[in-house]
Structure formats: C-alpha cells, structure tokens
C-alpha cells in the first residue's frame, strides 16, 4: 500500500474522573508520528508515559481527545473494521478449550474463511513460529515463550499489514525473550508488515527497531526519534529449529558496536541527556 501504515496527527487523550468530578489525566499531548508500510517502530518511556494509550488508540481499542489517526489511509475505526492490522498483547490470551491449531483459525472463522483455507493458513503460520509439531497441543501444555508464538500467529492470520504489540515478551525470561525477539525479526522479514512494539527494555528496542520514538513523562509526548541501522541480515536469516542457534545468532547482533551506540543514543534521549551511572538497570 502507497499510505504510510500509521499516521498520527496531533493526538491527545485526557481521561476524565466519571460524572465530570476529580482531577484529569493528561495522557498523550500533541503526539505526531508517521510508521512507514514495512517499517518496525518501537515506543519507549517511562511507566504511564502513555505509550499502551497511544498503540490502544492505533487500534481503535480508544478514541483521541484533539487530533486524528489514519492507518493505511483509513480512519481508525475503518481500518479496525477491515481488519487491517493484527494485535498481540504481553498475555497470549489463548482460549484454554481450543487446540494451538484451533486458536490461529479462530480470526479467519469468524471471517467466514472455509475450514481448508483455515487450515492451510494456521499451518503455514505454526510452520513460521517453529511450532508446527505442537499443533494439536493445549496451551496449557506449552510454556509462555511457545504461547506468545502461537498468539504472533494468531495476530498474522488475516495476512495484516500492520502488526501492534503491547510489551508482548515482558513476561518471560531473558533467554525465551531473546529467541523470540530473533524469530519475531524473521517473521517480519518475511511478512512484510509494520509494526509498531511498546517495551521498557532499551536493549529490545534497539535490536528490534528501525527508529525507536523516545517519550516523555506524562503528559506524553515524543521527545526524540532515534534511527538505528544495524545489519539484521544475519538475524533475519536464523531458523526456528531452536532458542540455541536463534540465540547465537541474535548474540552477535547484540555484541556489535552499532549496537552498543544505538543503545547509548536510545538512553539518552531516554534520560534527557543524563545517562545514569553503568550497571544501573535500564530495563
């Protein structure tokens, strides 16, 4: 598509006490952000900077205050409808009685798709997430990290352009959390969509990121944009066999010294230009 994939234009959100009474919230203030169709976005900032506000109002999940947001052209609300986007947030969300299988054919059912296109499709997307032997599993019987990968391939379904994600590796441990973040590189080499991720972690940001937006305390607002230019080549190229060789290969992305400047700039646009001391958790 020639329209860029998200187009926020003055946006802010103000939450109001019910009834009229209480103090307001000032959210978001002023927001204008452009995520070109392809282009991996990240939003970083402190807690309540207003970084899930602004992805839940992407996805039409809320409605802005002032300003307006287009994705692909379309008001919010039209693109929810079309379902031109997929969403996944920091709990998979997996319906417990529905097989892995059952949980990624679940969007196209309730799109109409016959059983064999729902089938072809869910395949071709355990295939993708490296799960492909556990499609008639439970999620109960697969650990968080292979849960998150079944709802990243829920949220790819419907072949959307644009893919929103709320802090969705947040909950696992750093090693499950790396690999994910590998193979999420690769799916998104290959399906071509957008994306636009909120995270705390620096480190993810960068690794993941071609510009990661810096934003300010409540209300929020995009205090610096920071274009990163590493070579993912090899990232992109790891396979799903397993954590060990994803790993590895992530491993000397984050090992390079681009890596470590991007990091550094994300940081202090973070902080304002005061870098905190070394060994403090930026996380």
Same mark, same amino acid.
């Given at each position: 598509?020639?329209?860029?994939?998200?187009?926020?234009? &003055?946006?802010?959100?103000?939450?109001?006490?019910?009834?009229?009474?209480?103090?307001?919230?000032?959210?978001?203030?002023? *927001?204008?952000?452009? *995520?070109?169709?392809?282009?991996?976005?990240?939003?970083?900032?402190?807690?309540?900077?207003?970084?899930?506000?602004?992805?839940?109002?992407?996805?039409?999940?809320?409605?802005?205050?002032?300003?307006?947001?287009?994705?692909?052209?379309?008001?919010?609300?039209?693109?929810?409808?079309?379902?031109?986007?997929?969403?996944?947030?920091?709990? &998979?969300?997996?319906?417990?009685?529905?097989?892995?299988?059952?949980?990624?054919?679940?969007?196209?059912?309730?799109?109409?798709?016959?059983?064999?296109?729902?089938?072809?499709?869910?395949?071709?997307?355990?295939?993708?997430?490296?799960?492909?032997?556990?499609?008639?599993?439970?999620?109960?019987?697969?650990?968080?990290?292979?849960?998150?990968?079944?709802?990243?391939?829920?949220?790819?379904?419907?072949?959307?352009?644009?893919?929103?994600?709320?802090?969705?590796?947040?909950?696992?441990?750093?090693?499950?959390?790396?690999?994910?973040?590998?193979?999420?590189?690769?799916?998104?080499?290959?399906?071509?969509?957008?994306?636009?991720?909120?995270?705390?972690?620096?480190?993810?940001?960068?690794?993941?990121?071609?510009?990661?937006?810096?934003?300010?305390?409540?209300?929020?607002?995009?205090?610096?944009? *920071?274009?990163?230019?590493?070579?993912?080549?090899?990232?992109?190229?790891?396979?799903?066999?397993?954590?060990?060789? &994803?790993?590895?290969?992530?491993?000397?992305?984050?090992?390079?010294?681009?890596?470590?400047?991007?990091? &550094?700039?994300?940081?202090?646009?973070?902080?304002?230009?005061?870098?905190?001391?070394?060994?403090?958790?930026?996380?």
């Amino acid at each position: 598509m020639s329209a860029a994939a998200v187009k926020v234009s &003055a946006v802010s959100r103000v939450f109001r006490a019910q009834g009229g009474k209480g103090s307001e919230v000032h959210a978001l203030s002023d *927001v204008d952000l452009t *995520v070109a169709s392809g282009e991996f976005v990240s939003l970083i900032g402190p807690s309540g900077c207003g970084k899930s506000t602004l992805l839940r109002l992407v996805a039409d999940l809320d409605t802005p205050t002032s300003g307006s947001i287009e994705v692909f052209g379309r008001e919010a609300r039209q693109a929810r409808l079309a379902r031109d986007y997929g969403i996944a947030f920091q709990q &998979a969300g997996l319906l417990p009685w529905r097989t892995v299988r059952a949980n990624i054919e679940l969007p196209l059912a309730l799109s109409g798709t016959g059983k064999a296109g729902r089938r072809e499709r869910a395949d071709h997307l355990l295939e993708l997430v490296g799960l492909a032997d556990f499609a008639d599993h439970h999620p109960d019987q697969l650990s968080g990290g292979m849960q998150q990968r079944v709802a990243i391939a829920r949220a790819l379904a419907e072949e959307p352009s644009l893919l929103l994600m709320d802090e969705p590796f947040g909950a696992l441990d750093e090693m499950t959390r790396e690999h994910l973040q590998t193979q999420l590189l690769r799916i998104c080499a290959e399906t071509r969509a957008a994306v636009v991720f909120v995270t705390h972690s620096i480190p993810e940001a960068v690794f993941l990121s071609d510009r990661v937006v810096v934003m300010s305390p409540r209300p929020g607002r995009i205090r610096e944009v *920071v274009e990163v230019t590493l070579d993912r080549s090899a990232a992109v190229g790891a396979t799903a066999s397993g954590p060990a060789e &994803a790993g590895d290969t992530g491993d000397a992305l984050r090992n390079d010294a681009a890596f470590f400047s991007s990091v &550094a700039a994300v940081r202090e646009a973070l902080h304002g230009g005061a870098v905190p001391a070394r060994g403090v958790d930026l996380r």
